[in-house]
């Protein structure tokens, strides 16, 4: 019964704190390379920031269902700043497609459609137009799949 009374008070404390979080932020260092990016869940806000005019973030998804998917998304830029939104598409065949969004200027959503077929990967790279970055203001990036 002792270790009981340890044990709850610490399960509630835990459970409060991941209940509790909202949408993520940057860290410094994470994601910032092709190879360490992060896996990105549909219908999901990210909500981050880029450290330095040289910093990009990237996200991938990976479509392992036996169907297309169709994508949607967009990228909103802090107010006043123009940051770049790049997919990169990998085939399962392994071939390998750059596209970039139409890009609308500070402040404003940078959207895009794609199609992914079964064992296709997309990744996303965020970056900064330039020098034109607010370390302390955060990009938005969504992408919904239907």
């Excluded at 009981?4 to 409060?16: E, F, Y």
């Excluded at 802090?78 to 065949?93: C, D, E, R, S, W």
């Excluded at 607010?134 to 239907?146: A, C, E, G, M, T």
């Amino acid at each position: 019964m002792f270790k009981l009374k340890k044990i709850v008070p610490a399960l509630v404390v835990t459970a409060s704190l991941l209940l509790s979080s909202q949408s993520a932020f940057a860290v410094s260092g994470l994601a910032d390379t092709r190879s360490e990016a992060l896996n990105v869940y549909p219908n999901t806000d990210y909500t981050w920031t880029l450290d330095t005019a040289a910093d990009e973030d990237w996200f991938y998804w990976t479509n392992s269902t036996s169907s297309t998917q169709y994508l949607s998304g967009s990228l909103l830029s802090p107010a006043g700043k123009n940051y770049n939104l790049q997919l990169v598409l990998v085939t399962a065949g392994g071939w390998e497609y750059v596209l970039n969004t139409n890009d609308n200027g500070p402040g404003q959503h940078d959207g895009f459609n794609s199609t992914l077929q079964p064992g296709d990967k997309i990744y996303f790279k965020i970056r900064p137009s330039g020098f034109d970055y607010d370390k302390s203001n955060p990009y938005k990036f969504n992408f919904k799949v239907s």
